[in-house]
């Protein structure tokens, strides 16, 4: 049974920081390419943040220099420190691979910045 378990969200103000993680257990991950996304109600789940193969990362516009995404393939873990929080980085942040499996998805971590 495969499952990803994000972690780590919370309430923060402005301009703070927090740091997420993705727990994959059920298959090895290692050699999947590992994304963050994120959910507001009422819009689309949007791509935040790829880690490649080659240990390439990506990025949407809105959060280059601000997120950083990281892997420990010994650990099954992907992270997504988030700094220089902003309100509108408000959402719910789900990890999965890229592109998404659906049967991948969890119950992802509210992250909540107030201004």
């Known amino acids: 049974h495969v499952q990803l378990v994000e972690s780590g969200g919370g309430l923060v103000q402005s301009a703070g920081s927090l740091r997420l993680s993705c727990v994959a257990s059920g298959r090895d991950f290692s050699t999947s390419v590992m994304a963050w996304y994120r959910q507001v109600p009422g819009k689309q789940r949007e791509l935040v943040a790829t880690f490649t193969r080659g240990s390439n990362t990506n990025y949407v516009d809105s959060v280059k220099g601000r997120f950083t995404i990281s892997r420990d393939n010994a650990k099954n873990t992907v992270y997504l420190q988030m700094n220089s929080l902003k309100p509108e980085d408000t959402a719910v942040y789900y990890c999965?691979?890229?592109?998404?499996?659906?049967?991948?998805w969890g119950q992802g971590t509210q992250v909540t910045v107030s201004s």
């Open positions: 999965n691979t890229n592109p998404y499996r659906s049967v991948y």
